[in-house]
T-cell receptor, first 116, second 109 residues
């Protein structure tokens, strides 16, 4: 299965700043997914990123707050803009596992953001 | 998307078999049932997937009755390292996965 590298693995940020999270995959993939996991909670899908088109955002998430780039088939970035303490979460990148069944995803280790 | 319901938490002693049941009453004909495991500070990891009857791999077994309205993940002879959150999801692969609250399994020595 694909190997996913996320950067940074963790960061402490000041309120009002923005942070960009990078997701690098070791193989070409069509779709990449960005999830958020707030402390003690389950995962919530933020958006789906397709190469060559705008990301598709889930209800409650907007492009101005979480702009996503997908410049090629192995890389994506998620920016958390104008951060507030409520944005303190783990942000996870995932891709579909090639050759596996439907809904089989591989996840990165996540980026743990703490906003002060 | 079909909604899933699982127990919030379960406890087990080492060496026991653990069965986690997931309810998905509104599962659609094209939906598969997929289970993930998540350890603290890690992303979820795929465990097993099935459509009907029984599926077994090196990690777990998945039992799905004929009506497919529920499924049971079976972990044989759990160890302390199986302490994790287990998520049951259903979907047809055409829409992104939606994670429920999961089941927090605690294995006790």
């Amino acid at each position: 299965s694909a190997v996913i590298s996320q950067k940074p693995s963790r960061d402490i940020c000041q309120r009002g700043t923005s942070l960009t999270i990078q997701c690098q995959v070791d193989s070409q993939v069509t779709m990449m997914f960005w999830y958020r996991q707030q402390p003690g909670q389950s995962l919530t899908l933020i958006a789906t990123a397709n190469q060559g088109s705008e990301a598709t955002y889930e209800s409650g998430f907007v492009i101005d707050k979480f702009p996503i780039s997908r410049p090629n088939l192995t890389f994506s970035t998620l920016t958390v803009s104008n951060m507030s303490p409520e944005d303190s979460s783990i942000y996870l990148c995932s891709v579909e596992r090639q050759g596996a069944g439907a809904n089989v995803l591989t996840f990165g280790a996540g980026s743990r953001l703490t906003v002060l | 998307l079909a909604k899933t319901t699982q127990p919030i938490s379960m406890d087990s002693y080492e060496g026991q078999e653990v069965n986690i049941t997931c309810s998905h009453n509104n599962i659609a004909t094209n939906d598969y049932i997929t289970w993930y495991q998540q350890f603290p500070s890690q992303g979820p990891r795929f465990i097993i997937q099935g459509y009907k009857t029984k599926v077994t791999n090196e990690v777990a077994s998945l039992f799905i009755p004929a009506d497919r309205k529920s499924s049971t993940l079976s972990l044989p002879r759990v160890s302390l390292s199986d302490t994790a959150v287990y998520y049951c999801l259903v979907g047809d692969g055409n829409t992104p996965l939606v994670f429920g609250k999961g089941t927090r399994l605690s294995v006790i020595a």
